[in-house]
C-alpha cells in the first residue's frame, strides 16, 4: 500500500518577521508525523478520509477553499493522473499549534500519490506544491513550513523574488527543547493579517522591530555553528519580546513562559503564529523533566520533549 509520511517542524527564532523579507531559523520534529496512504476505489471519484477530522472529503464536490481537496487535485495534475482513489490520512502533529500539521499533512499526500503512480518529486517542487495551500491555511505564508517540512532539515529561510533563500544551517552540538501547548488554536491567517495592519499603519515602527528579530536570528545561528547553545535561551527571551511588541503573545502564553523558567528553562518564546500554539524552551536536559511537570501544572494542553540534532 504507497504510503507518504510528513513530519512536523518548529520555528526556533524569527517568525512574522520573515513574512517581511528577514531571515527565520526552523527545525522538523522527525518524532511525529503525517501519515497518508493511498488504494485504488472500486467506486467512482477520489475521496480523502481525514480521521482526525471526522471527515470524508469527496475532492470532486469539495469547496476550492478545501486545502486537502486541493492538494489532492494539485499533485493530480503535476502527474497527469485520474483514477478512482481512497486517501486515508492521519496525524500525530496537534492541529492549529505553530508545528506545521496543515503543510505535513499536504505533504504526505503529495509524498503517498507520487508513490502510488511511481514518479518520485524532488523535495522542491514538493514545497512548492504544498505551499499553494499554505496560502489557504495562513493567508500570507512565509512558506517556512513547507520548506523545512519538504526538505526534513535544518534550513535558514529568507523569503525572495523569484524564488527564496533556502539554506541548511549547522548544529554543532545538540541541544533539548521543551514544547508546550497552550490548548489554544493558533489562528496564523488572523494574526499574520494583524500584524500587516499594523504595519501599514506604523511602518517604522514596525520595520524595527523586525530588524531587532533579524540580528537575534543571526547571533542565533552563529551561536548553534560555534556549539554555543546555552545562548539560545537569552535569544529566545529577547525574541519574545519583540513578538510582545507585535501582539501576537497572549495570557495563556505568558503564563506557560512564566512557569517554565522558574522551572528552570534557560529561556523561552512562543513559535509560530502566537496568541494561542506553542512555547518552546530552551532547557539543560537535566531540567526537561522539571521543566515539563511545571508547565504541566500551569495548564499546558500538552508536552513534547525533543532532543535537536
Known amino acids: 500500500m504507497p504510503v507518504g509520511s510528513a513530519c512536523g517542524k518548529i520555528i526556533l527564532f524569527g517568525e512574522h518577521a520573515v513574512v517581511y523579507g528577514r531571515p527565520a531559523l526552523a527545525v522538523p520534529l522527525s518524532q511525529i508525523r503525517a501519515r497518508a496512504t493511498v ?39 503535476k502527474h497527469g493522473a485520474a483514477e478512482n482513489l481512497d486517501i486515508t490520512v492521519e496525524s500525530d502533529i496537534p492541529l492549529a499549534s505553530g508545528l506545521g500539521s496543515g503543510a505535513a499533512i499536504s505533504t504526505a499526500i503529495v509524498r503517498a500519490l507520487s508513490t502510488y503512480f511511481e514518479k518520485v518529486l524532488a523535495p522542491a517542487e514538493i514545497s512548492a506544491l504544498v505551499y499553494e495551500t499554505e496560502k489557504m491555511y495562513h493567508g500570507t505564508p512565509s512558506g517556512i513550513d513547507n ?27 545538540p541541544f533539548t527543547l521543551v514544547i508546550a501547548n497552550t490548548g489554544i488554536a493558533s489562528p496564523t491567517k488572523i494574526t499574520v493579517g494583524d500584524v500587516r495592519r499594523g504595519w501599514e499603519q506604523e511602518p517604522a515602527r514596525y520595520e524595527k522591530i523586525f530588524d531587532n528579530i533579524a540580528a537575534i536570528v543571526e547571533q542565533a545561528q552563529e551561536a548553534l555553528a560555534r556549539g554555543e547553545n546555552e545562548m539560545l535561551g537569552e535569544l529566545m527571551t529577547l525574541n519574545q ?33 502566537g496568541r494561542g500554539g506553542n512555547v518552546i524552551f530552551y532547557v539543560e536536559e537535566e531540567r526537561a523533566e522539571e521543566v515539563r511537570r511545571a508547565v504541566l501544572e500551569a495548564g499546558a494542553a500538552g508536552v513534547i520533549l525533543t532532543r535537536v540534532v
Open 147 to 173: 520548506t523545512v517540512i519538504a526538505y526534513e532539515q535544518a534550513v535558514r529561510f529568507r523569503r525572495g523574488t523569484p524564488l527564496p533563500e533556502i539554506t541548511p544551517f549547522q548544529i554543532a552540538r
Open 241 to 273: 519580546r519583540e513578538l510582545v511588541a507585535l501582539g501576537v503573545s497572549s495570557r495563556e502564553i505568558e503564563n506557560l513562559l512564566e512557569a517554565g523558567l522558574r522551572a528552570g528553562a534557560g529561556g523561552g518564546k512562543l513559535s509560530g503564529g
Open 39 to 77: 488504494v485504488a476505489r472500486a467506486k467512482d471519484g477520489i475521496v480523502i478520509h481525514a480521521r482526525d477530522l471526522g471527515r470524508d472529503i469527496v475532492v470532486n464536490d469539495a469547496l476550492v477553499e478545501d486545502a486537502l481537496a486541493a492538494i489532492t487535485r494539485l499533485t493530480l495534475e
